[in-house]
T-cell receptor, first 111, second 113 residues
């Protein structure tokens, strides 16, 4: 099955740094979602985007729905230890509500 | 609001044995999904229900996997017989309808030995 390409695959940062990750697809999506998954847990929804160009914030997190509808970006400002985990993007195809997940970005904070 | 409930949390079986997973979605959510997440990968959709009907099972290995949602609420996913490559986390998710965001349970970690 199709999976979205996320980059980077992993990130090692220091506490307080800002983080940027993105997700790209060969297909157009009408909805983009960003999830965070902690070890041993299911993914937790962070932000949902419904319109091309939309910019949405949730606390220190900001996500954007790309103008081409084929990409999305997630930024985390002033990272803290609890931001550690795996971030997944997910998209819904136009005309097919199936959710397709990205390959994930693993965020690690270096002490 | 209670979240998506799944059981068991962990299961270890031998290859060729059978196993079943249970999911109770968020109350009022019409759409239910089963995903398979292999270590190091994103979740992959196995089957999607809308109430008690199947919307998409194109990626379900139907020779060994089956799922049902008889009354449009709880759902079970069964594997019979299991193979080593079925080792993964099986995630259940639900959404209010097909166009709204999905919420996930904690998953069942299956190890086939």
């Amino acid at each position: 099955g199709q999976q979205l390409n996320q980059s980077p695959q992993s990130m090692f940062i220091q506490e307080g740094e800002d983080v940027s990750m993105n997700c790209t697809s060969s297909s157009i999506f009408n909805t983009w979602l960003w999830y965070k998954q902690d070890p041993g847990e299911g993914p937790v929804l962070l932000i949902a985007l419904y319109k091309a160009g939309e910019l949405t914030s949730n606390g220190r997190l900001t996500a954007q729905f790309g103008i081409t509808r084929k990409d999305s970006f997630l930024n985390i400002s002033a990272s803290i230890p609890s931001d550690v985990g795996i971030y997944f993007c997910a998209g819904q195809l136009i005309g097919n509500e199936k959710l397709t997940f990205g390959t994930g970005t693993r965020l690690t904070i270096i002490p | 609001e209670a979240g998506v409930a799944q059981s068991p949390r962990y299961k270890i079986i031998e290859k060729r044995q059978s196993v079943a997973f249970w999911c109770n979605p968020i109350s009022g959510h019409a759409t239910l999904y089963w995903y398979q997440q292999i270590l190091g990968q994103g979740p992959k959709l196995l089957i999607q229900f809308q109430n008690n009907g199947v919307v998409d099972d194109s990626q379900l290995p139907k020779d060994r996997f089956s799922a049902e949602r008889l009354k449009g609420v709880d759902s079970t996913l069964k594997i019979q017989p299991a193979k080593l490559e079925d080792s993964a986390v099986y995630l259940c998710a639900s959404s209010r309808d097909r166009r709204t965001e999905a919420f996930f349970g904690q998953g069942t970690r299956l190890t086939v030995v």
